[in-house]
């Protein structure tokens, strides 16, 4: 396995990814613990419990925030590879873990933790911990002085990256959004979203799609969620906890007058 202490040597000693590997390990082992945890809670073993401060439940993810924002300063304000950056790297881990494990929370602006909605912070989570690792593994360019033919090699790097980030934002558009992020470090994965169909109902298909096609784009979409829907699920409840909680029921909206 030279390779591997080769790309330790270089990429994590001494290279600038030290900080980086320190972030996916405190991201990852922050959401296990914080989901047993919780899990641990909800079934009404151990000695956890649910915080609360005058009446008020504390979410995990205000600690998070304070964590990841010091963290982050922590960071930007470090010199180098100094012992504040380590520092800075643990806390945007954990902070960062702790938020997005309630990112369903956020979004719905409810306390669906526990339902299927909140399934959706798993996939976050895990499509977050997927770009790390890849960011981790990936190769650190060259930044030296460069020769006339490396600058032109280099051109042509810098033109695929354009195609490639274009090829990204289409994928994006087209409503395929974890394929699209996986893909900024796997290229292969855009090159297929890109002339695929585009998920129904995406911004891509609301413009550019005709009735026909839009019905095709359906049609396959549910081919896809019905073979691959149930490994999702499984897997959002193995990681997660299978949900005890229905769906809340949508906020009313107030309409609106026109003055």
Avoid at 92 to 97: M, P
Avoid at 196 to 210: D, I
């Amino acid at each position: 396995m030279e390779w591997v202490h080769r790309w330790w040597q270089l990429e994590i000693v001494d290279g600038p990814k030290g900080p980086l590997l320190l972030v996916f390990v405190a991201f990852v082992t922050t959401f296990l613990a914080t989901r047993g945890i919780t899990r641990l809670i909800r079934a009404g073993k151990g000695p956890f419990r649910n915080l609360s401060s005058g009446g008020v439940h504390l979410h995990h993810s205000t600690p998070g925030t304070i964590l990841l924002v010091t963290g982050a300063f922590c960071a930007v304000g470090a010199n180098g590879r100094a012992p504040i950056n380590y520092l800075g790297a643990a806390f945007v881990g954990i902070g960062a873990s702790l938020v997005l494990d309630e990112f369903a929370m956020i979004f719905h602006l409810q306390d669906v933790y526990w339902s299927q909605e909140g399934q959706l912070s798993v996939y976050v989570v895990t499509l977050s911990a997927a770009c790390l690792g890849l960011a981790i593994v990936g190769v650190t360019p060259d930044t030296s002085p460069l020769s006339s033919r490396e600058a032109t090699v280099r051109g042509g790097v810098a033109a695929a990256l354009v195609v490639h980030l274009a090829l990204v934002s289409l994928t994006a558009l087209k409503g395929k959004y974890p394929t699209a992020l996986l893909g900024i470090f796997l290229s292969p994965l855009v090159w297929v979203g890109a002339v695929r169909l585009a998920r129904p109902r995406s911004p891509w298909g609301r413009h550019f799609y005709s009735a026909k096609k839009e019905a095709r784009a359906s049609e396959r979409a549910t081919r896809f969620d019905d073979r691959w829907g149930p490994v999702h699920q499984w897997w959002a409840d193995f990681i997660g906890g299978r949900p005890s909680q229905p769906n809340p029921a949508a906020p009313p909206t107030t309409p609106s007058h026109a003055p």
